[in-house]
């Protein structure tokens, strides 16, 4: 196996401590310990912390957004194209844990740290959605929508099914909720995409 060059192993281990510990949170002495390396040559790849951030965050929203607009492009029915991009965005996110991670602790702040690169990411897949839901509209299949309430949902419900997998898995076996153990990422995104397509259906 390669060695992993030191640019990609330091992006590698700040994306996990930034996930685990949001961008105020990190340390780059603790960064530098975890990866093995020292200060000098965190900031020689990534120049400074800021900059550590948006490559590491741009690096993993980016393959997501790729792999959504993979399949929606694959799809012409915008029912179909809807589900794809559904259970793709689904199953990458899970797929990338710090991705969810990462994502909810910028929404909870307000997007405080969130950089422009990394944030292109995700408006690439809310404009595909839109372009999806207009296609359905004009074609008579969907009821008209705002597109941001629909990124919404589809956001919002996986990532926080994924982010909450580790505190369902901590529940004691005679938890009375214990059916939300659920951690099949391929069938509550069945169930997302089921249920946002028949809230849209116009018939």
């Not at 990458?92 to 991705?99: G, I, T």
């Not at 405080?112 to 990394?118: G, Q, S, V």
């Amino acid at each position: 196996m390669a060695k992993i060059k030191t640019s990609q192993k330091i992006l590698d281990c700040a994306t996990s401590l930034f996930a685990s510990y949001g961008y105020d949170g990190t340390i780059m002495d603790d960064l530098a310990e975890q990866c093995g390396v020292n200060k000098a040559s965190i900031y020689y790849h990534h120049k400074d912390k800021a900059t550590l951030y948006e490559n590491a965050l741009t690096a993993l929203f980016t393959p997501i957004a790729d792999a959504v607009t993979e399949a929606v492009e694959s799809e012409r029915d915008p029912v179909k194209k809807l589900e794809v991009h559904i259970k793709t965005f689904a199953k990458a996110n899970a797929d990338n844990p710090n991705f969810s991670a990462i994502l909810m602790r910028e929404m909870a702040s307000g997007g405080a740290n969130m950089p422009a690169r990394a944030r292109e990411q995700m408006q690439r897949i809310l404009f595909l959605l839109n372009k999806t839901l207009e296609l359905g509209a004009a074609q008579k299949v969907f009821k008209s929508s705002d597109p941001l309430i629909i990124h919404f949902m589809i956001i919002g419900t996986v990532n926080l099914f994924v982010a909450s997998i580790p505190l369902r898995n901590s529940l004691p076996e005679t938890d009375r909720c214990n059916q939300l153990k659920n951690s099949d990422i391929e069938s509550a995104s069945d169930q997302i995409s089921k249920t946002i397509i028949a809230s849209l259906l116009l018939n």
